[in-house]
Each structure stands twice: as structure tokens, then as C-alpha cells.
């Protein structure tokens, strides 16, 4: 651990977070279309990205933003990465 640089843990944390995000909008995709809303509005319920079918909420809202979020941290310590290595 002496040997890992601030940087390499800020991006694990990061990374870490951002793929929890995508585990927490999964199972809020997963748990609102397994509850039957009831002929209710999608937006009066859950607004945001998705939409309503057969009686079931399918919204994508929270997935997204994690997926984004994943991306960038990527991106980004992809870009350090490149940008500082030893030559």
C-alpha cells in the first residue's frame, strides 16, 4: 500500500462508486419492473428515462447515470495514465 500513489486509490474509490451506481440502477430497473404500477402515470410515479408497459415501470434513469459515471472515471484515469507514464 506504501508504494500506491494518491492517485491510483482516488481512482479505485471512484471506480468503486461509479460501479455501484451501476449495480443501484440495475436493481431499480429490476425492482420497479417487477412491481405492477397499477395503470398509474409513469411520470406521475417515476420521471426520468423510461417509460411504462403491460402495467410495469421500466425506468433506465439510474442505470444511465451510473453508466456515465463509469465512463468518465474511466476515461479519465485512462488519460493520466497515458499521460504520465514513464518513458
Not at 460501479?19 to 443501484?24: F, G, I, K, T
Not at 426520468?48 to 453508466?67: A, D, E, S, V, Y
Amino acid at each position: 500500500m506504501r508504494e500506491t500513489t494518491l492517485a491510483t486509490v482516488a481512482f479505485a474509490i471512484a471506480l468503486g462508486w461509479s460501479l455501484y451506481q451501476v449495480a443501484s440502477g440495475m436493481a431499480s430497473l429490476i425492482v420497479l419492473a417487477l412491481q405492477d404500477s397499477g395503470g398509474a402515470d409513469f411520470e406521475i410515479q417515476r420521471p426520468g428515462i423510461g417509460w411504462t408497459w403491460g402495467g410495469h415501470i421500466f425506468n433506465f434513469q439510474g442505470l444511465l447515470q451510473g453508466l456515465i459515471e463509469l465512463v468518465v472515471v474511466l476515461a479519465v484515469a485512462l488519460l493520466i495514465r497515458r499521460r504520465f507514464r514513464p518513458r
